[in-house]
């Protein structure tokens, strides 16, 4: 009998002594998606590139934007204004102005958005008076709004005044 409680003895010793340390286990790292929106302040843009075509114009001006992820150029979204004076315009727009006419369009790509105005008749560079803004959404947000009822369509809509409200109120109801 002493001889096993020996062995078990000498078992547990070994067993002890060859255990994990507190020191040994890792902490598990929880990876929760990158969900935070982003919403940029209104600028103004100069220094707009013209592609001269047959009977109009296309205007361009790329803003870097290290907050448009790959993931965001893939699977989320932004949603871009223009504002001139006191009017807000959601992108893609048509704006007349006298003879001359803009259709207003953006493009986004990892790390950047591109401003574009499609120009006919006698337009000329885009006016300095305009400013853009543009909120930057993950897709798990789109998700988010999508579960709500908004379709990427309707959110493609949304005056600035109901995507604001919507951006904050999703923002409200995190939990961080």
Known sequence: MKKHNLIAFGFGIALLATACKKTD????KVQTPQATAVEKNW????????QSEENSAVFSNKVEDPSITAAIAKGGMVLAYKKNGNTITALPAE??????????????SEGT???NAEANGNATSPASSNAFKYFV??????NEFEQKGYSRGELMRLTYENAQALYFSLLSHRIF
Request: charged share 15%; proline share 0%.
């Open 25 to 28: 286990v890792q902490e598990a």
């Open 113 to 115: 958005i591109v401003f």
């Open 95 to 108: 704006e007349k102005n006298g003879t001359a006419s803009y259709f207003w369009y953006y493009q986004v």
């Open 43 to 50: 600028s103004s843009l100069n220094n707009w590139t013209r």
């Open 137 to 142: 959404i993950s897709a798990e947000q789109l």
